[in-house]
């Protein structure tokens, strides 16, 4: 399964307003010094919300249907995830997030004829870690996410998809699901944790380093849910795979009926999101020269140009 993350116009004009009314001086700095880094100024991203929102203009008066009102290229979301990568060290991006997606859900409502009660993906952005993702399928209006762009390492990636095709394929299955479609959730979200810390002791370990880097990026409340989440989580994955008792390790027959349905595995899911879109966020301003170009908002703009309202 390959993942795109192909939002709406409208998207991107109401998260670039948010982030140039943004009044936090520390914000601004840290905006000012990344759009120096391909020759932009802080004032750009008022420009960047205006021509998003001709585009989105364009796009409702092209369009016979809902249907007619794409997104746009993932390349979109890579320049906003490279750009709000700056606020990486600032705290949580939650109340970001939360913000955009009520914008946009509030506006697509509004201005979309016929808008459908659900909106499908392309109006439904999502901010995990400073990244900026697409919520996918119907299983919740948050999760999965399809990020801008995946990690680098080309295992997580692949792992990754495939976690997301997972939970997609649970959505439509009836619950209570059989027992080992939901507890593969423990050995895929373990495996994907020693994939984003390779460096780390075991399964157990990576998590206790992710868990540790995410405290720092989501509300105390959700920080302190999936810490309780995740302390023995590789251990339960080690039963589920080796299921024969073992001295200090919870038993099979204790363990096998804790991923059933949906709310089981939530945590699972938002955790592995969450650290998948830090280590995301991470990579882009480790790679920023390779990921974003002073030309690049040239490029963008071609295909902006298909949908604008005309001058």
């Known amino acids: 399964m390959e993942l795109k993350c192909e939002l709406s116009p409208l998207v991107f004009a109401a998260l670039y307003r948010t ?36 585009t989105w203009q364009g796009q409702l008066k092209q369009a016979t249907t809902p249907h007619d009102l794409t997104g746009l290229s993932d390349a979109n979301a890579l ?21 955009l997606r009520t914008d946009v859900t509030a506006r697509a409502l509004k201005e979309i004829p016929a808008a459908p009660a659900d909106l499908p993906p392309q109006w439904c952005p999502e901010v995990v870690g400073w990244t900026l993702g697409m919520v996918v399928g119907t299983v919740d209006r948050h999760l999965p996410v399809a990020p801008a762009v995946l990690p680098a390492d080309p295992n997580v990636r692949a792992a990754y998809e495939g976690l997301v095709e997972h939970v997609l394929h649970l959505g ?13 959730t423990y050995w895929r979200g373990t495996g994907l944790a020693e994939g984003l810390k390779p460096e780390a002791r075991d399964g157990k370990d990576a998590i206790k380093q992710l868990i540790f880097e995410c405290r720092y990026a989501v509300p105390d409340h959700l920080g302190r849910r999936l810490s309780q989440h995740f302390e023995h989580f590789a251990e339960t994955r080690n039963t589920l795979s080796h299921v024969a008792d073992m001295p200090g390790r ?11 349905e949906w709310s089981q595995i939530y945590l699972t899911v938002l955790g592995i999101t969450q650290f998948l879109g830090l280590q995301v966020s991470a990579e882009l301003l480790e790679s920023a020269s390779r990921a ?7 490029d963008l703009q071609w295909e902006l140009s298909a949908y604008a309202e005309s001058e």
């Not at 320049?79 to 109340?95: E, F, P």
């Not at 439509?172 to 593969?184: A, D, N, V």
């Not at 974003?292 to 040239?298: P, Q």
């Open 19 to 54: 982030l140039a009314d943004d009044k936090d001086k520390a914000h601004q700095d840290l905006l000012t010094e990344r759009l120096a880094e391909v020759g932009w100024e802080l004032g750009w991203l008022a420009e960047a919300a205006e021509r998003y929102e001709k």
């Open 79 to 99: 320049l906003a995830s490279w750009i709000m990568a700056a606020l990486r060290t600032t705290g949580a991006s939650y109340d970001l997030g939360e913000k």
């Open 172 to 184: 439509k299955t009836t619950t209570p699901w059989p027992e080992i479609l939901g507890t593969s």
């Open 250 to 260: 919870p038993r099979f027959v204790d363990v096998k009926e804790r991923a059933r």
């Open 292 to 298: 974003v170009r002073s030309e690049t908002w040239d």
